[in-house]
């Protein structure tokens, strides 16, 4: 990465807008900042009313500009945004004008990527970041913020300071006469990484929950032909968004859609019924229904009657109950399309469900795929230390350090450029 080169970027969405932000990053920015206001002087942090013009004295358009000086600024360089008309003809001028100013157009993150390397941010406030901007429902943004604004970062860090603690006082038993230690400690960093391996589990519980989120929430309803899986999905969501009919086999292919309940994100499908089909294409959407399942976090199981088994990890709804006289199993939902009953019944067992599965996921540590491997690293490192454990600290001390690396390389404190770059690169341009 080069970091001498001055980047620039649209920081604001694409497209025709009131506003378009213009974001340029550099060392030493104060003379172009001078050139865009037509003044020979400036103020940091404050706004300029410019008519900016190229250099053929033509103007681009009248703007607003800022100067953020060094360190101080999002990248910790020297910052710039300019506030401009949103017109895509504007931003094409500006950005011939700074090309002309030996500046090149940011690649995906690199703002945020300069901002890591000058210790603005780490890994996990950058995974916020990228969080935040894909937040869709409220519990998302407050779930991405947490991690943004560090919550995330002083957890890491305090299980990374306590692993280096352990490793180095195993070390020194080696090496240091028993009477120069504190008393015990060999019991003590023992016990003490039994519950940072808990710890550690604990949260690791809260991925699933984490991930429901993050990518929404998984709800599929199945079942087999005809028994109104589709008149239910179409109740849910509001809209006549999938084919209802009276023929078994209507519905052949996984229907979604998202809806937010509770300020949860959920993405509920509608699948083909389950039954024995000799129709190829029947028999491909059974399959995909089998993979809807696979990925649920919730199934809605559709029946017309009571079943033999009533699984305690589905919602079990006997639909059409219209059409039955008894309806006295409390261990099912009793809906009716036709004559609209059960919905409110079926929402609120829904919201139930995901507010267990978010448990007290809300005040852990935000996970995802990254550090969700590392961290998996990290519990299997200590388990080793404990479980390897014979009286040689040597190898003790060398697992629980191995467990204090992967929590770095979540921090970004040990970072291998394919993780910095494997992050920056799920950042949009301009940021
Ligand atoms: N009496 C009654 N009929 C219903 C009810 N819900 C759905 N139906 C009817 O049952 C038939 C099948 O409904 P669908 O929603 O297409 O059923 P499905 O489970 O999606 O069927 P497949 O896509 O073939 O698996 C349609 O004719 C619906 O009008 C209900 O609550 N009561
Ligand atoms: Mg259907």
Known sequence: MNTQDTIFALSSAP?????????????????????????????????????????????????????????????????????????????????????????????RGEFSQRAFYNNKMDLTDVDGLIALLDAQTDKQRQSALRSLTGNDSKTYTDWRNQMIEISAYAAAILDYDED?????????????????????????????????????????LIGETNVGKSSIFNKLVGSNRAIVSDIAGTTRDVVSSQIDLDGYLVNLSDTAGIRESNDIIEKIGIERTHDEIEKADLIIHVYNNIPEIIKSDEITVINKSDLLTDKSNKNVIYTSVNTDTGFDILLNTIKQKMHELMGNSESKITINERTYELLKEAISELENAINKYDGNYDIFAEHVHRASDAIGKILGVITTSEIADATFSRLCLGK
């Open 15 to 107: 497209g025709k807008s009131g506003v378009a932000v213009v974001r340029i990053s550099g060392n030493d920015l104060s003379k172009l900042f001078e050139r865009i206001i037509n003044k020979n002087e400036h103020i940091v942090r404050h706004a300029y009313y410019t008519n900016f013009k190229d250099d053929n004295n033509d103007l681009i358009d009248q703007c607003i500009a800022i100067f953020f000086s060094a360190p101080n600024s999002f990248t910790g360089e020297d910052v710039i945004e300019i506030y401009s008309h949103g017109a895509s003809a504007v931003i094409d001028k500006i950005f011939d004008f700074l090309r002309g100013y030996n500046c090149r157009i940011a690649n």
């Open 180 to 220: 120069d230690l504190p008393k015990d400690i060999d019991k003590k960093i023992l016990e003490k990484t039994k519950t940072l391996l808990q710890e550690l589990k604990n949260s690791v519980d809260g991925f699933h929950a984490s991930r429901a989120l993050r990518n929404g929430f998984n709800i599929v």
